[in-house]
């Protein structure tokens, strides 16, 4: 399974991008799909999930009201929509893929992208 993570960029504080994640190489409705962040300096951390069934999607505290993840079926891609960018959003983003239901835990999620790096000006 490959996933290739793209939209990254640089913006403005308080301006919007689109994350897509496009996935290869397996059944995509069978994966739970995930984002991430990585800032400079800092661990890993979980910003989005979107479970396999379809009907669950959860968030990070630090994102819940301004980011939405979504999907695309007939794409394979899984997109995250981030609104009301603020300078701490800056971060290397990655998608992942599990097999099993929506989680926060990094270690369950088998596959990664290469990560997509959106730099926000404040």
């Known amino acids: 399974v490959q996933l290739q993570a793209s939209g990254g960029g640089l913006v403005q504080a308080g301006g919007s991008l689109r994350l897509s994640c496009e996935v290869s190489?397996?059944?995509?409705?069978?994966?739970?799909m995930g984002w991430w962040r990585q800032a400079p300096g800092k661990e890993r951390e979980f910003v989005a999930a979107f479970d396999r069934t379809g009907g669950y999607t959860r968030y990070a505290d630090s994102v819940k009201g301004r980011f939405i993840i979504s999907r695309d079926k007939a794409k394979s891609t899984v997109f995250l929509q981030m609104n009301s960018l603020k300078h701490e959003d800056t971060a290397v983003y990655y998608c992942?893929?599990?097999?099993?239901?929506?989680?926060?835990?990094?270690?369950?999620?088998?596959?990664w992208g290469q990560g997509t790096l959106v730099t926000v000006s404040s």
């Open positions: 992942a893929a599990r097999l099993g239901s929506s989680s926060e835990n990094a270690a369950g999620y088998r596959h």
């Open positions: 190489g397996g059944n995509f409705i069978s994966y739970t």
